[in-house]
């Protein structure tokens, strides 16, 4: 009877394998009641999202999360002594599991980790500047622990999220059930992936980790699919753009990322080794130059930018384990 609830993205949950396992049902049946559910009210699935676990066989099954009040829908349809035992001990669980979140201190707590630092600098980001939303790249990379969107990976390449999808499901990496996509079991182990949950929404989405996207670009490497900025033609002709985000400095970004001073000067040559700077103006969607408090020209960053350096620097890091 241990953990009937538990913690999971914020909220105390349940799972239907839990309430199967303990209510002595089959899990396929359990998974049926549930469906049935969520089939007769809109306002059901919120209660419910479905996600998935690896069997006995190592394969990759259906199951769903529930909060209290999906519980509870469901315990209904359950009778007898034995089973209104179980519901009580649940009903017990929800509550003192929420009780003792209400007693924890809300206190500040010094990141201890690169993925933390990068967490609470997002949170202040928020805080005190109007940028713009999630969609924006570098703000996307700080506040989701390191996950990016396929989106954001295919942007480089001068393509769709779902061309780079497909492209992925051709060479075997993930597959489509429903409306979602699943990473093959083959790579589920590699650490590419990163499964985020949204309760009581109900929404799941795939996103990458840094060795995931660094196993994108190789593919794409392999197959001689090339960044944007290293196709030719970008290299000769650079449109004006309109960017209206913050700007990032070098020492900056070496702060952000909690990198020593010698990385001030690498920046600038992780930049020149992405060919990011303008050649015949000075300003693009990557980067502006301008003039510090001395009067000497100087090279800030646009969130787009920023991140792109940052993925070299996380490259960097994985290969040196640092």
């Keep these: 009877m241990d953990e009937l609830v538990i913690m999971h ?20 049946n359990v998974m ?61 669980a929800f509550n003192r599991m929420e009780e003792r979140i209400k007693q ?62 497909q492209f992925l499901h051709e060479k075997g990496v993930i597959y489509k059930r429903g409306s979602k996509w699943f990473i093959y079991q083959k790579y589920a182990n590699e650490r590419y992936v990163g499964y985020e949950i949204h309760l009581p929404e109900g929404r799941r989405s795939l996103k990458w980790t840094p060795e995931g996207e660094m196993f994108i670009r190789e593919l794409l490497e392999n197959n001689n699919i090339k960044p944007v ?4 033609q970008q290299l000769t002709v ?9 700007y990032y400095t070098a020492s900056t970004i070496a702060f952000n990322l909690g990198l020593s001073e010698e990385w001030i000067m690498k920046i600038g040559e992780i930049a020149n080794g992405l060919h990011i700077k303008p050649r015949f103006s000075n300003e693009n969607i990557y980067c502006r130059k301008t003039l510090n408090d001395n009067g000497f020209p100087r090279w800030e960053y646009t969130q787009y930018g920023a991140a792109l350096i940052e993925n070299e620097i996380n490259k960097f890091r994985l290969v040196k384990q640092i």
């Design 238 to 246: 650079q449109e004006p753009v309109k960017y209206s985000g913050k």
């Design 229 to 232: 900025l290293e196709q030719p």
């Design 9 to 28: 993205d914020k909220q105390v949950v349940t799972t239907s394998l839990k309430v199967a396992e303990i209510f002595e049902k089959e899990h396929k």
């Design 104 to 165: 924890q201190p809300a206190q500040y707590k010094l990141p201890q980790t690169y993925s933390e630092a990068l967490i609470e600098l997002a949170k202040e980001v928020k805080k005190n500047e109007a940028l713009q939303s999630k969609a924006d790249k570098y703000d996307r990379y700080l506040s989701n622990k390191g996950l990016i969107t396929i989106t954001e990976i295919a942007k480089e390449y001068g393509m769709s999220g779902a061309k780079l999808n």
């Design 32 to 92: 049926q009641s549930i469906k049935n559910l969520t089939a007769e009210n809109s306002a059901v699935k919120k209660m419910f999202v479905e996600d998935s676990y690896l069997n006995s066989r190592n394969q990759q099954q259906p199951m769903y999360y529930m909060n209290r009040d999906g519980f509870t829908l469901l315990a209904m349809g359950f009778t007898g002594s034995k089973a209104m035992e179980f519901k009580l001990k649940y009903i017990d």
